[in-house]
C-alpha cells in the first residue's frame, strides 16, 4: 500500500519549531541534525535559537537552467516541507535572473539561454514546486522570482548598492572562482555571487527572510548574502547547508544509465522514477531514506532494523520508492509503479497496468515495434534481444522459461493472436523470473 504523503497528513504530527517523536517532541534542529541535513551554519547556537524561538520566514532558490527539477533537488525541497511542517514561512525562489546567467562551473563557461526560454522553465519549475509545500494557513508559502527586483535595476544602481559591498579579494578567494582563474572565468558568471545575496537581502527587506539554506556547493554565495544583508544594516540573519549526495561507488546522485532522474513526468517517467530509488544501493538506502523520507525517526530506526534481517526483501528500497513516487507524482501513479514491477515479474495482473505506465515499463527494458503482421514466439524472442538466436528461443520455450503476458509458452511457431494485445498494442515477453521486453504492436 502506498503511503499517503499530503502536507495535512504530515502538519498534524508537528509543532512550531519541533517535532513531534514518538509522542515527545524534540527540536527541529534535532531532527535536522541526526538526518544528516546540516553540514554548515553560520552561527549554530543562533540558529537553533531561531527555529525553536517562533515562525521565521526563509528562503531557498532553484535556478531554471533545465526544463524540470531533478532528484538532486529534492534535498532542497524536501526541507523546506520540513521547516513548513514546524511552523515556518517558505519562500521558494525560481531565479528568472540569475537563470539567464548560472553559477559559475568548475571548467567551463555555462551555455546562456534566452530570457524567452528561461522564462518558461520558471513556470514549470513554479508547477513542480507545489507537492512539497502548502500555500495555505499562516506559514503558506509564497513563490518568487529574482527578475521582478533585479530585472527594474539600472547598471549603475546595482554598481553602488550592491557592487560596492563585495570586496574583490573575497570574491576571488570562492574555489570555483579560484580555479577557474588560469583558464578564465567571464565578469558575467563572476557577478553571479553578486546576484545571489542580492537576493537575500531583498527577501529580507520585502517578506522579512531571515534564514537561507542550500547545498553545500552554494556556501561561499550564502555567506556572501548574509555579510552583505549585514553590511547594508538589517538583520540579523542566518544560513545552513544542506551536504551534496554522493552515491557509495562515489558517482553523482541523481543519475541513471539513461542521464539525470527529473521530477517532471515527461522527462522521467514515474515508473523509471520508481525504478530509480527500487535500485538504490544497500550502502545508501539508510542515508536517502534519513534525507528524504517524512517517517518519523522511530519508523525508520524500525525499518533499517527489519532491512538488516531480511535484506533480501529490500524492505527499505521499497518504502523509499513508494513514498518518494507517491510524494512527486501522486499516489495513484505510485501504485501503477508498484503494480507494474509486481506483474511484469508474474507477479501481479498485467490488465491493471494503464497504457502509459505499460509503455513506460516497457520502454525501460526494451520496446520492440512491430508492424504489419505479428510474428511468431521464437522470431519475438530473438527480435526483441532476449535471446541470441532462433535456436536459444526455441531451447528456451522448450525449457519452460518463455513466457508472453505472464503465460508460458510451449509451441515457438505459434503466432501470439491479436486478442491477447494488452490495450490492444502490447506484448509483454519474459524470459525466466528477471529478464523481460516489450512489443509494441501497429497495423
Same mark, same amino acid.
Given at each position: 500500500?502506498? !503511503?499517503?504523503?499530503?502536507?495535512? &497528513?504530515?502538519?498534524?504530527?508537528?509543532?512550531?519549531?519541533?517535532?513531534?517523536?514518538?509522542?515527545?517532541?524534540?527540536?527541529?534542529?534535532?531532527?535536522?541534525?541526526?538526518?544528516?541535513?546540516?553540514?554548515?551554519?553560520?552561527?549554530?547556537?543562533?540558529?537553533?535559537?531561531?527555529?525553536?524561538?517562533?515562525?521565521?520566514?526563509?528562503?531557498?532558490?532553484?535556478?531554471?537552467?533545465?526544463? &524540470?527539477?531533478?532528484?538532486?533537488?529534492?534535498?532542497?525541497?524536501?526541507?523546506?516541507?520540513?521547516?513548513?511542517?514546524?511552523?515556518?514561512?517558505? !519562500?521558494?525562489?525560481? +531565479?528568472?535572473? @540569475?537563470?539567464?546567467?548560472?553559477?559559475?562551473?568548475?571548467?567551463?563557461?555555462? @551555455?546562456?539561454?534566452?530570457?524567452?526560454?528561461?522564462?518558461?522553465?520558471?513556470?514549470?519549475?513554479?508547477?513542480?514546486?507545489?507537492?512539497?509545500?502548502?500555500?495555505?494557513?499562516?506559514?503558506?508559502? =509564497?513563490?518568487?522570482?529574482?527578475?521582478?527586483?533585479?530585472?527594474? =535595476? %539600472?547598471?549603475?544602481?546595482? !554598481?553602488?548598492?550592491?557592487?560596492?559591498?563585495?570586496?574583490?579579494?573575497?570574491?576571488?578567494?570562492?574555489?570555483?572562482?579560484?580555479?577557474?582563474?588560469?583558464?578564465?572565468?567571464?565578469?558575467?558568471?563572476?557577478?553571479?555571487?553578486?546576484?545571489?545575496?542580492?537576493?537575500?537581502?531583498?527577501?529580507?527587506?520585502?517578506?522579512?527572510?531571515? $534564514?537561507?539554506?542550500?547545498?553545500?556547493?552554494?556556501?561561499?554565495?550564502?555567506?556572501? +548574502?548574509?555579510?552583505?544583508?549585514?553590511?547594508?544594516?538589517?538583520?540579523?540573519?542566518?544560513?545552513? =547547508?544542506?551536504?551534496?549526495? $554522493?552515491?557509495?561507488?562515489? @558517482?553523482?546522485?541523481?543519475? &541513471?544509465?539513461?542521464?539525470?532522474?527529473? !521530477?517532471?513526468?515527461?522527462?522521467? %517517467?514515474?515508473?523509471?522514477?520508481?525504478?530509480?530509488?527500487?535500485?538504490?544501493?544497500?550502502?545508501?538506502?539508510?542515508?536517502?531514506?534519513?534525507?528524504?523520507?517524512?517517517? %518519523?525517526?522511530?519508523?525508520?530506526?524500525?525499518?533499517?532494523?527489519?532491512?538488516?534481517?531480511?535484506?533480501?526483501?529490500?524492505?527499505?528500497?521499497?518504502?523509499?520508492?513508494?513514498?518518494?513516487?507517491?510524494?512527486?507524482?501522486?499516489? %495513484?501513479?505510485?501504485?501503477?509503479?508498484?503494480?507494474?514491477?509486481?506483474?511484469?515479474?508474474?507477479?501481479?495482473?498485467?490488465?491493471? $497496468?494503464?497504457?502509459? @505506465?505499460?509503455?513506460?515499463?516497457?520502454?525501460?527494458?526494451?520496446?520492440?515495434?512491430?508492424?504489419?503482421? $505479428?510474428?511468431?514466439?521464437?522470431?519475438?524472442?530473438?527480435?526483441?534481444?532476449?535471446?541470441?538466436?532462433?535456436?536459444?528461443?526455441?531451447?528456451?520455450?522448450?525449457?519452460?522459461?518463455?513466457?508472453?503476458?505472464?503465460?508460458?509458452?510451449?509451441?515457438?511457431?505459434?503466432?501470439?493472436?491479436?486478442?491477447?494485445?494488452?490495450?490492444?498494442?502490447?506484448?509483454?515477453?519474459?524470459?525466466?523470473?528477471?529478464?523481460?521486453?516489450?512489443?509494441?504492436?501497429?497495423?
Amino acid at each position: 500500500m502506498v !503511503l499517503s504523503l499530503t502536507f495535512r &497528513s504530515v502538519q498534524t504530527r508537528c509543532r512550531r519549531g519541533r517535532v513531534v517523536r514518538d509522542n515527545r517532541l524534540v527540536t527541529l534542529v534535532d531532527d535536522l541534525t541526526w538526518r544528516g541535513l546540516i553540514q554548515d551554519s553560520t552561527d549554530p547556537a543562533a540558529l537553533a535559537t531561531a527555529l525553536t524561538g517562533g515562525s521565521i520566514t526563509f528562503y531557498v532558490g532553484f535556478d531554471p537552467t533545465a526544463a &524540470s527539477l531533478h532528484v538532486g533537488h529534492l534535498m532542497q525541497v524536501i526541507t523546506a516541507g520540513r521547516l513548513q511542517r514546524a511552523g515556518h514561512r517558505p !519562500l521558494l525562489l525560481v +531565479g528568472g535572473a @540569475t537563470g539567464q546567467i548560472g553559477d559559475p562551473r568548475e571548467s567551463s563557461e555555462r @551555455t546562456l539561454n534566452s530570457p524567452e526560454v528561461v522564462q518558461s522553465w520558471v513556470e514549470r519549475i513554479r508547477a513542480q514546486l507545489a507537492p512539497f509545500v502548502t500555500y495555505d494557513g499562516d506559514n503558506a508559502a =509564497t513563490l518568487v522570482n529574482n527578475l521582478d527586483w533585479t530585472g527594474p =535595476t %539600472s547598471v549603475i544602481e546595482f !554598481l553602488r548598492d550592491v557592487g560596492k559591498h563585495f570586496p574583490v579579494n573575497k570574491m576571488l578567494a570562492r574555489d570555483v572562482v579560484r580555479n577557474r582563474l588560469e583558464s578564465g572565468i567571464s565578469f558575467t558568471e563572476f557577478s553571479y555571487q553578486l546576484l545571489q545575496a542580492n537576493d537575500f537581502y531583498q527577501l529580507h527587506e520585502r517578506h522579512g527572510c531571515a $534564514l537561507q539554506f542550500g547545498g553545500s556547493d552554494q556556501w561561499g554565495n550564502i555567506t556572501a +548574502g548574509v555579510d552583505f544583508v549585514r553590511r547594508r544594516g538589517a538583520g540579523p540573519v542566518h544560513a545552513f =547547508t544542506t551536504p551534496l549526495v $554522493l552515491k557509495a561507488d562515489g @558517482t553523482k546522485f541523481g543519475k &541513471s544509465e539513461g542521464g539525470a532522474v527529473w !521530477l517532471d513526468p515527461e522527462m522521467t %517517467s514515474p515508473y523509471a522514477f520508481y525504478q530509480f530509488w527500487i535500485n538504490a544501493d544497500d550502502r545508501d538506502v539508510n542515508n536517502y531514506l534519513r534525507y528524504f523520507s517524512f517517517k %518519523s525517526r522511530e519508523e525508520l530506526e524500525e525499518l533499517e532494523k527489519a532491512t538488516a534481517d531480511r535484506p533480501q526483501a529490500r524492505l527499505a528500497q521499497r518504502a523509499l520508492a513508494e513514498e518518494m513516487t507517491a510524494l512527486v507524482h501522486g499516489e %495513484s501513479e505510485a501504485q501503477q509503479a508498484v503494480m507494474a514491477s509486481q506483474a511484469l515479474f508474474g507477479r501481479g495482473s498485467l490488465d491493471q $497496468l494503464s497504457p502509459e @505506465t505499460l509503455r513506460a515499463a516497457l520502454g525501460e527494458a526494451g520496446l520492440l515495434s512491430v508492424r504489419g503482421e $505479428l510474428p511468431n514466439y521464437t522470431s519475438l524472442l530473438k527480435e526483441s534481444g532476449l535471446v541470441a538466436s532462433a535456436n536459444e528461443a526455441r531451447r528456451t520455450i522448450t525449457e519452460g522459461g518463455a513466457y508472453v503476458n505472464n503465460e508460458r509458452i510451449t509451441d515457438g511457431e505459434a503466432v501470439p493472436p491479436l486478442s491477447s494485445l494488452l490495450h490492444g498494442k502490447f506484448l509483454v515477453l519474459r524470459r525466466g523470473k528477471r529478464t523481460f521486453a516489450g512489443v509494441e504492436f501497429g497495423s
